[in-house]
């Protein structure tokens, strides 16, 4: 990873170094075609468009390899077409949801393009798939630095009197320099999750890491991990039993060929008994069925953890 450069560098070089921290193990080794070796060879002596030519020519084989569509998606970013690298990590996202990695380096794009909301919102998808991924939490406070010092400065330029957000944005810019690490984005598939103002702090993005490791545990149809978001006091509804509620959840997760969940505008709010609660708009999409709605999802702790101890929805 990099330093994390002023707001006031130059753009074309801050974009540089951003890309320039991209992950570069996404650990398919023992997946990858021969060919993907070579092309890191190219890569390490800096033969991009050579590299790009020889993933070419081993996708057109095997279009389906996720190792070698990890590294164009890494070659794409460093030749600058961050427009086409986007495309890949989506795609990587979109049908690994459960890795941190693509979900890191699509947050370095979207922050490279001074999209800090949506590389926001990527990161906390890592941390939803991996609640340990020490980079995307490292990155996730530079973002919010940077969030903050945007903030700040925009405060400056309407009232230049501003003393208070003077000395702020002095204290922040004096951070940046010094923070390491990559910026956070959109989850799954095309999710564009953009919590409003009131949804911040740590507690709150301990909610939201929660909401999309649920939404992601869906998407990769991963039963055990879906069931384990709720609480052991779950409660069904509808005067259905817990036991029988499993067995219809595992018939749903686990039977169509693909699943797309997305999570747009999430809210979190707190209540007095230690409870919290999530608001968004939930798209829904399988090979069976597609919906829209608006769902709300109450947490409580339990095991160190946010577990989901009641669901609701309704039409959007």
Same mark, same amino acid.
């Given at each position: ?9 130059n753009e074309n ?44 020519? =081993? ?43 693509? =979900? ?32 995307? =939490?490292?990155n996730l406070g ?175």
């Amino acid at each position: 990873m990099v330093v994390v450069q002023d707001l006031r560098d130059n753009e074309n070089m801050r974009c540089r170094r951003l890309i320039a921290a991209l992950v570069l193990s996404l650990g398919f080794d023992a997946l990858a075609a021969p060919s993907t070796a070579d092309v890191r060879e190219l890569m390490a002596a800096g033969k991009l468009e050579a590299a790009r030519a020889a993933l070419e020519e =081993h996708l057109a084989v095997d279009a389906t390899d996720p190792n070698a569509r990890f590294l164009s998606g890494l070659v794409l970013a460093r030749l600058e077409r961050r427009d086409e690298a986007i495309e890949v990590f989506k795609g990587l996202v979109r049908d690994y949801p459960e890795l941190p990695e693509p =979900h890191n380096n699509l947050a370095v794009l979207y922050a490279a393009d001074g999209r800090y909301e949506e590389a926001r919102d990527a990161l906390l998808r890592a941390i939803g798939t991996h609640p340990s991924y020490a980079t995307a =939490h490292e990155n996730l406070g530079d973002i919010y630095a940077r969030m903050a010092a945007s903030a700040y400065d925009k405060a400056l330029t309407l009232d230049a009197d501003n003393a208070s957000a003077g000395s702020k944005l002095a204290l922040v810019n004096e951070l940046l320099p010094a923070t390491r690490g990559v910026p956070v984005s959109a989850g799954p598939t095309n999710t564009s999750a953009t919590p409003p103002s009131s949804t911040s702090g740590p507690r709150a993005e301990e909610i939201l890491a929660a909401t999309y490791g649920w939404a992601t545990a869906w998407s990769a149809r991963d039963v055990a991990a879906y069931l384990d978001a709720y609480a052991a006091d779950f409660e069904p509804g509808e005067g259905v039993s817990r036991q029988r509620w499993e067995a219809q959840r595992r018939r749903r997760v686990a039977g169509p060929a693909f699943i797309e969940v997305n999570v747009e505008d999430p809210e979190v709010t707190f209540r007095g008994d230690g409870r919290a609660a999530v608001s968004f708009l939930q798209s829904y999409r399988s090979d069976r069925y597609r919906d829209r709605v608006r769902k709300t999802l109450e947490f409580v702790r339990e095991d160190g953890g946010w577990k989901i101890i009641r669901e609701r929805a309704q039409d959007p």
